[in-house]
């Protein structure tokens, strides 16, 4: 695969290359899906349990219900284990026609895309779920109206809320990349500092309770996350100035 890895490489070379690439990620799938089916009803007994320190009781409302939600883990477990392989494919399919600089840009960009992904992923997992979890077992207090979960309601909730805080996370990434390209200026984002952080508030408080604690321990790391996205892209920017002059000289 590495002879194959040439820049005059034909088009049937190419996706000759695309294709091996393709059955070793399937296969690292495969393999990661079966391990984690093995694991998935302790992982699944760890996510519920997080809730059942609140108070919350499960269900599921249909036979296949809990069978469905160990092969749903399994795949995401899957993925995850996987992912590394896929990004490595990726960049070693590219790189060949990428320049040094481009090459280091795409290299750092999967690598700390993936950090900051599971950084937002930890943060919600340690912070902002159980939060979310023990404000809305509060509501019910007092009610004749008691809780029983659906386990696939919960589960969905539970990764949409990792999926959410996961691709925030991403902001210093994308603004970054962004910046490199030309498309986003550190400048731009000072200038529309306020707007932003209004709009981050507004965003906080639609994918959090209703009620302002929530939302702003919500806000903060996302206006966090902007301020030093600034830090980051002003960084880069210098470095791409700097770089173009050595190129001219």
Not at 47 to 68: A, D, H, K, N
Not at 76 to 94: D, E, Q
Not at 107 to 126: D, N, P, R, T, W
Request: aromatic share 12%.
């Amino acid at each position: 695969m590495g002879a194959q890895s040439d820049k005059n490489m034909t088009l049937a070379g190419h996706l000759r290359e695309l294709r091996n690439r393709l059955v070793v990620c399937i296969i690292c799938l495969i393999i990661s899906f079966l391990v984690g089916l093995h694991f998935a009803p302790q992982i699944v007994d760890k996510l519920t349990g997080l809730g059942e320190v609140y108070g919350y009781v499960y269900v599921f409302i249909s036979p296949q219900e809990l069978l469905m939600q160990y092969f749903s883990v399994a795949l995401l477990a899957g993925v995850i284990i996987t992912l590394p392989v896929i990004l490595f494919n990726i960049w070693a399919f590219v790189q060949p026609g990428l320049r040094k600089n481009e090459n280091l840009l795409f290299l750092s960009a999967m690598i700390f895309g993936l950090i900051c992904f599971a950084l937002g992923v930890l943060f919600a997992y340690k912070v902002m779920f159980p939060f979310m979890l023990h404000f809305l077992i509060e509501l019910s207090e007092g009610s004749k109206i008691t809780s029983s979960i659906s386990v696939q309601n919960y589960m969905d909730f539970l990764l949409s809320i990792f999926l959410v805080f996961g691709l925030v996370f991403e902001l210093p990434v994308v603004s970054v990349l962004l910046t490199q390209m030309g498309l986003l200026k550190p400048a731009w984002m000072k200038k529309g500092r306020r707007v932003i952080i209004v709009v981050i508030f507004l965003v906080a408080a639609f994918i959090t309770p209703p009620d302002i604690v929530s939302q702003i321990m919500v806000a903060i790391p996302m206006v966090g996350l902007y301020e030093l996205s600034i830090i980051l892209c002003t960084f880069s920017l210098k470095l791409k100035r700097n770089r173009k002059q050595e190129e001219e000289e």
